[in-house]
């Protein structure tokens, strides 16, 4: 069993920036990607950002290119998301979720364990 705990969430001014952190804890991790995902009140999650755990290939969502960067570290077993340029259409919570297959990192349903999320709201 993993276990992700997020933090870093919080509110922001448009145009500031934040960054997540995911800690993955319990058996050591041998997944294949780290991804996150973001669910807007009355909307359906919607994938973010994901990273290879092995080749840090990373993969972003159109709306975030070139406002955020997704980062893993193997000796901490963490994986962050830095986000610059903050939108307040980026006010969501945001979810940390872990894939031990190889599978479409953008649907959710590849993803074996998810975090409890963090609210992160954008202030126009």
């Known amino acids: 069993q993993v276990q992700l705990v997020e933090s870093g969430g919080g509110l922001v001014q448009a145009g500031g920036s934040l960054r997540l952190s995911c800690a993955a804890s319990?058996?050591?991790?041998?997944?294949?990607?780290m991804g996150w995902f973001r669910q807007a009140p009355g909307k359906e999650r919607e994938f973010v950002a994901a990273?290879?755990?092995?080749?840090?290939?990373?993969y972003y969502v159109d709306p975030v290119k070139g406002r955020f960067t997704i980062s893993r570290d193997h000796a901490k077993n963490t994986v962050s998301l830095q986000m610059n340029s903050l939108k307040p259409e980026d006010t969501a919570v945001y979810y940390c979720a872990a894939a031990l297959r190889i599978g479409g990192y953008y649907y959710s349903g590849t993803y074996d364990y998810w975090g409890q999320g963090t609210q992160v709201t954008v202030s126009s």
């Open positions: 990273v290879s755990w092995s080749t840090g290939i990373r």
């Open positions: 319990g058996r050591t991790f041998s997944g294949v990607l």
